[in-house]
């Protein structure tokens, strides 16, 4: 695979010279012309739609940036959005995914059907409040439990009832508590304060 970044001047028409020692029938070449600096970065758009939907964090780390660049990826893409669904379909599929792992206390697991983890925990809910704030369907109880489990998970850490290796993960659940607009500030502060 060869990528080629040209820069164009304005009302540059002929692109003959990028093409040089190409042979027709032998090879697939596809042309973007766009005015961002930022053109590079959405030819990796394209693989947030065959990423696999699979454990909590696959499911989350592709459904998120779907949140805020459903334009783009139809620009760059389209072959692939026609066979997919409109992109806010995925969105929405992400959504019931990451939901179907989330467990009877609140928080989510790897995998449908497993206990929760504190961090996919942190990393969906933080996903589910992003895509509410965006204006997809979240479901307000489930992601109320989402939050109630972080907090009883902080909770939890701050009096040592709980495994010591949840506290690398602590402060993200810090993170996503005050982005839900649930701070635990005084915790927060004992945590920061131990870290010094």
């Keep these: 695979r060869e990528v080629q970044q040209i820069e164009l001047s304005q009302g540059e028409t002929s692109l003959t010279s990028a093409l040089s020692g190409w042979v027709p029938t032998s090879e697939r070449s596809t042309i973007w012309v766009t005015s961002t600096p930022y053109g ?20 989350t780390s592709s459904t998120r940036p779907l949140l805020y660049l459903s334009k783009f990826i139809a620009l760059v ?8 669904g409109n992109v806010e ?3 929405k599929s992400g959504i019931d995914r990451v939901l179907s792992m989330q467990t009877a206390d609140g928080g989510f697991g790897y995998w449908p059907g497993e206990s929760s983890s ?27 439990d989402a939050v109630t489990y972080l907090e009883a998970t902080v909770e939890n850490i701050a009096a040592g009832r ?6 690398d993960t602590e402060a993200y659940m810090h993170f996503v508590l005050a982005r839900a607009g649930k701070p ?8 920061a304060e131990a870290l010094q």
């Excluded at 504190?118 to 479901?139: N, R």
């Excluded at 635990?184 to 945590?191: I, T």
Aim: charged share 25%; proline share 6%.
């Design 162 to 167: 709980t495994s010591e290796w949840h506290r």
């Design 118 to 144: 504190p961090w996919g925990s942190a990393y969906a809910t933080h996903m589910l409040i992003d895509a509410k704030e965006q204006g997809f369907d979240v479901p307000e109880q489930r992601l109320q």
């Design 89 to 91: 379909a995925m969105v």
């Design 184 to 191: 635990k500030k005084a915790l927060a502060l004992r945590y």
């Design 40 to 59: 590079r970065s959405f030819d990796h758009l394209k693989y947030l739609l065959r990423y696999p939907y699979g454990c909590i964090e696959q499911t």
């Design 77 to 84: 893409d389209p072959e692939t959005v026609a066979k997919a």
